[in-house]
């Protein structure tokens, strides 16, 4: 019974990786770079949605709308300021850096404004958890809706990009610039296009994170953050579907490891596993392996 | 083009060591902590606006060091905050001796490097005495540096053993060994309950001293540890495992030596999970009823050893909540609350040995330090405190439960 | 032409070498003459040991052309091991040979983990490289984090959970104490120390990049399937270079531990952020420029301690100043602003530039 328990509750912590994957992996497959600022976008929602609901007291859902829309404009504003007039740099490693410098500026943006003391999060789920069992299993409702959520965000992706025109325009951007450039694609604004999706995934999974674990400090995004790029890259970093298994696989095997191993070292139990995955399978689940040529 | 960006390179290093160096003269000059005089009436120059009842004598500088940016930025803003209440209110009143208090906090980003810097920028500054660090593991770094330089350190919350290890370093809090025995001591001889849980932070020093000393010490008390699972700094949201060990184990208590951020995570997963025991605390618990927009309910029932509840009803108390929650619109904490006893402790030894600003660092250390074990102090983590020369505290740890969303006595 | 080229990389480290030494020098005088801050003084050994850093990811990121994101686990091998060392063998022999033999254990200690860990890991390309790096960083972090080691008369005692079962007896001596670290190694890094250290890194990895061997590396970065189609033994020089730059990047470790009284593993100082923070200092001082590379370490190592004044808002503007820093260094409108800067207060040297081209 124990197990099943822990089995759930780890899809519970994997749905939550897997939401903030999906953002994660949609911005690397486009733009082809890590966006090491995407926790903090989310820590941004989840501050969004906490001032709206919780201190001017509107609904929730008028706070989930608003602070998608914040984090959308958000998302661009960085995009434009500090990824774009690096984006035919030299070296790939020079945008890295400046997201590694737009993440702290994010925090401590977040940190004037909203101080360092945490603050709780009420959670925007209002159903109640389900029972099986005899109550001996219990599946909280913010793991049903993130879930659900989860789905219904993988399946929007992914009709979106292989049926609409943006869509299309996005994978022949993520395949070669150059040549969708030619094409007559508006390569800069398909970037920021992708970017306008990803932040306003990662409000969504910032609303959803904070419901599941309630408790908001300006550095909330930075570790969930990380262990979601891991949960993409374990899927495949670029596949969306990938980002999904990837992050829902994460999450169970961070929690059978805490039960049946050692608690205190979840997370090298989850790192030896990824890197086991990526010895196995250098591209990830459901990664592509790309042929290099000369 | 690349010889170009060398160059721009070359000019900011030496612009950014320029302006460096140039930022140092001006403090030597400023300085020299053994200078008497030329100090004290730079000092008094340097900060005419702020004393005026400064006498001739000059200023006691008093440095503080903690974390106001970074993951642990809550406990190092409470410090400096709490802290700059008690300078304000001891200046607004005279002064140490009559002698106004010049008093500079330097942020550490909780890394002990950090810390010898803020140290050193501190010492560059001409502070006379310190009041800090506020985490533990900077504390002992730091401590190293005072006890070199022969400087009065006091800190408020550093609870780890090697932060006192030397006879300049005094602190405030507990410490861990301190709390972990008196919390097995209490929930053995009130039969609170036979069998305990632990949840703890095996990447803190202050909770894992606790939770070692709790063990050593649950050997000698008739209660039986079911289970300890521990979590990590890296890995702290979600807490299902270790509290569907501790339900499966049939433990009746938890016992949580860790910080209310966390614990206010463990008290809602607990609460979805319908797994309801007792939670016992340490000081570090204190806090919880204050996360905003926490729903206390989820509170009830928690017990928490600690020197400081926000809510009691003494004078002292009442009078530095309001003052605090006017001043920076939070309540304080049990951090703030010790590093408002670290300043006046300051106050009084200073006091009692007779300082005054134109001694050297050295010479005001050995006053202190001699004054420290004499001085009695109410404040507002203890009545009657008082100090041994090795540096802990002697106060009695209060037993409080949250009932109704308050602080009850026990 | 050849000839010309070859002075000029030598002429190019000698300038290196010549920046660092009358920084040495330039320091030994302020201290002599006592026209030094505190803060500055405390300063010079992290200095030294964030230089060494830079300098030794810059061989993996710029000469060798892999990202890794874990360097600052090498870092926390090098310190750990040599604390330990350190901390056993105190008293036990001359502090200086102490030192020495602890400087070596940790070199090689982390040098081993490099090969340890090259071996699987550089089979892997680009970010999959880079997040096994992290995770490998990540995994030693953890592990040092959950290791007890005590001593007694019965000899060592290990532990992988807390130090109560170690089951030492009364006099035991707990040394490796888990997150509390070890505590209470002896202070014995000094700034002529680091400055050696950055020499000797520098002697190892200038003489490398000119070498025989160094061009075969930085053929491998260029084009990895030509390099292996002229009989460039792959594994064998990613090896070479990453165990390198791992066992330089311990030895900064030893300098770490052996500077501060406490040693313990934190996110803070031994987790990814660190490990990024080198990666910064090698991305802004440019890939593959040494002299850069100690420049920037510099730069962003004091910055934040220059912005003390600002207090609440220093993160925040050391945040906005990397930003711009990058932007300015690496955007290509930035650079084609500076080479039209350059065209008009330097045409001479420009000219001289293109008839060498």
């Known amino acids: 019974m124990s197990f099943i328990s822990y089995l759930i509750n780890g899809v519970s912590l994997g749905s939550v990786y897997a939401i903030i994957a999906l953002g994660y992996t949609m911005v690397y497959g486009i733009a082809k770079m890590l966006n090491f600022a995407h926790g903090d976008v989310i820590m941004v929602g989840g501050f969004a949605v906490f001032t709206i609901v919780s201190t001017l007291g509107l609904p929730p859902i008028l706070g989930i709308l608003i602070a998608v829309v914040i984090c959308t404009a958000l998302g661009m504003a960085i995009e434009r300021v500090a990824y774009k007039p690096l984006r035919n740099a030299s070296s790939p490693l020079a945008v890295l850096i400046t997201a590694i410098g737009v993440s702290y500026l994010l925090q401590n943006v977040a940190l004037l404004i909203f101080g360092a003391n945490t603050k709780s999060f009420t959670s925007v789920v209002a159903i109640s958890p389900l029972k099986l069992a005899d109550g001996q299993l219990i599946i909280s409702g913010e793991t049903i809706v993130t879930i659900i959520a989860g789905i219904i965000v993988m399946i929007c992706l992914t009709l979106f990009v292989n049926k609409s025109k943006a869509g299309q325009a996005m994978l022949a951007v993520s395949e070669d610039k150059g040549a969708a450039q030619l094409m007559g694609i508006n390569v800069n604004g398909t970037i920021a296009l992708t970017f306008a999706i990803g932040s306003a995934l990662a409000a969504v999974a910032g609303v959803l994170l904070c419901s599941a674990y309630p ?80 | ?82 802290a700059q209440l008690a300078v304000d209110e001891i200046n607004a009143a005279g002064g140490i001796n009559g002698v106004p208090i010049e008093f500079k906090f330097e942020d ?223 309540t304080p904490n049990q951090f703030a609350a010790d590093a408002y006893d670290a300043i006046y402790a300051i106050k009084a030894a200073g006091e009692k040995a007779g300082i005054t600003p134109d001694m050297d660092m050295s010479a005001m250390c050995e006053a ?21 020369a090795s540096g802990e505290p002697n106060k009695a740890p209060k037993a409080v439960k949250i009932t109704d969303g308050v602080y009850t006595a026990m | 032409m050849k000839k010309m080229k070859m002075t000029k990389t030598a002429k190019n480290n000698l300038i290196t070498y010549i920046m660092v030494f009358l920084a040495y020098i330039a320091v030994q005088i302020l201290l002599a003459t006592g026209n030094i801050s505190s803060l500055m003084k405390g300063l010079l050994v992290p200095l030294c040991i964030y230089v060494m850093l830079a300098v030794s990811l810059n061989l993996t990121v710029g000469i060798l052309g892999e990202l890794s994101l874990g360097h600052a686990g090498f870092m926390c091998v090098g310190a750990f091991s040599s604390a330990f060392f350190s901390k056993c063998m105190d008293g036990a ?31 892997l390309k680009g970010d999959y490289l880079a997040i096994v790096t992290l995770a490998f960083g990540e995994i030693i972090k953890n592990l040092v984090n959950v290791l007890y080691i005590g001593k007694d008369k019965n000899g060592f005692h290990f532990s992988m959970k807390d130090s109560i079962s170690l089951h030492l007896e009364e006099e035991g001596q707990v040394i490796v104490n888990g997150a509390q670290g070890i505590t209470g190694t002896p202070h014995d890094a000094t700034f002529t120390i680091g400055i050696i250290l950055i020499f000797i890194s520098l002697i190892i990895i200038l003489n490398l990049i000119n070498s025989r061997d160094g061009r075969a590396i930085m053929s491998i970065r260029d084009n990895r399937i030509a390099a292996e189609s002229i009989g460039i033994n792959i594994t064998k020089y ?110 001479k040297r420009l000219r001289k530039e293109k008839e060498v081209k």
């Not at chain 2, 609170?192 to 063990?215: N, P, Q, R, T």
């Not at chain 2, 050893?305 to 309001?322: G, I, K, S």
């Open chain 1, 215 to 294: 408790s908001l400090t300006p550095y909330t995004g930075a570790m969930p953050g990380i262990k979601a790029f891991v949960a993409a890259v374990f899927g495949g970093i670029g596949s969306i579907p990938g980002a999904m298994i990837g992050g829902i696989l994460l999450g169970i095997i961070e929690i059978l490891g805490k039960a049946y191993i050692s608690s205190q070292m979840a997370d090298a139990i989850v790192f030896a596993v990824l890197i086991i995955v990526l010895l196995v399978k250098p591209t990830g689940i459901l990664g592509k392996n790309i042929q290099e040529k000369v």
């Open chain 3, 93 to 123: 022999m001359p502090d200086g040979v102490r030192f020495l033999l602890a400087l070596l254990i940790g070199a090689a200690a982390a040098g081993f983990f490099g090969i340890l860990i090259g071996i699987p890991v550089l089979r």
């Open chain 2, 1 to 82: 083009m690349k010889k170009f960006n060398k160059i721009m390179s070359v000019v900011m290093a030496s612009a950014v060591t320029a302006a460096l160096f140039a930022g140092c003269g001006n403090a030597d000059e400023k300085t020299p902590a053994a200078d008497s005089s030329s100090e004290a009436n730079n000092a008094e120059q340097e900060t005419e606006a702020a004393d005026d009842t400064a006498s001739a004598s000059g200023v006691f500088k008093i440095g503080g060091i903690g974390p106001t940016t970074g993951s642990a930025a809550v406990y190092g803003i409470a410090v400096q905050n709490a």
């Open chain 2, 368 to 388: 202190m330090k001699g004054a420290m074990p004499e001085i009695t102090l109410d404040g507002l983590t203890g009545i009657g405190m008082t100090w041994d």
């Open chain 2, 108 to 330: 550490d980003e909780c890394d002990a490097e950090k810390s010898v810097n803020a140290y050193n920028t501190l010492k560059d500054w001409g502070m006379q005495m310190l009041m800090g660090t506020v985490t533990s593991g900077c504390s002992v770094a730091v401590a190293e540096k005072t006890a070199e330089d022969n400087m009065f350190q006091l800190t408020p919350s550093g609870s780890s053993v090697d932060c006192v290890k030397y006879d300049n370093a005094f602190r405030v809090c507990f410490s861990d060994p301190n709390q972990g025995a008196a919390s097995a001591l209490y929930i053995g001889e009130n039969a609170v309950a036979s069998k305990i849980a632990v949840i703890y932070d095996s990447s803190d020093i202050y909770s894992s001293g606790i939770y070692e000393k709790f063990v050593t010490e649950a050997a000698n008390q008739p209660f039986e540890i079911v289970s300890a699972e521990a979590f990590t700094a890296d890995n702290k949201t979600d807490f299902s495992v270790q509290l569907q060990k501790a339900k499966d184990a049939g433990a009746e208590l938890v016992f949580l030596p860790i910080y209310y951020t966390e614990a206010s995570l463990i008290l809602s997963q607990a609460s979805t999970m319908g797994y309801a025991p007792i939670f016992f605390g340490c000081d570090g618990l204190d806090g919880i009823l204050n996360v905003e927009n926490f729903d206390t309910s989820l509170a009830e029932g928690v017990m928490l050893l600690t020197p400081f509840a926000a809510d009691a009803e003494d004078e002292l108390t009442q009078n530095f909540v309001t003052a605090y929650k006017e001043k920076f619109g939070d």
């Open chain 3, 238 to 347: 990613k090896l070479m270079a990453f165990s390198i730059s791992a066992s330089i990047a311990g030895a900064a470790g030893v300098l770490y531990a052996h500077n501060l009284s406490t040693l313990t593993a934190l996110p803070k100082n031994f987790g990814y952020n660190m490990s990024i923070m080198i990666l910064v200092f090698v991305v802004l001082g440019g890939i593959g420029n040494i002299r850069g590379s100690i420049i920037a370490a510099i730069i962003l190592t004091l910055l934040p301690e220059l912005l003390r004044g600002l207090s609440d808002y220093r993160m925040l503007i050391y945040a906005i100043v990397l930003i711009a820093m990058m932007l300015f260094n690496w955007s290509p409108k930035a650079v084609a602003w500076k080479e039209r800067l350059k065209e008009r207060y330097f045409p």
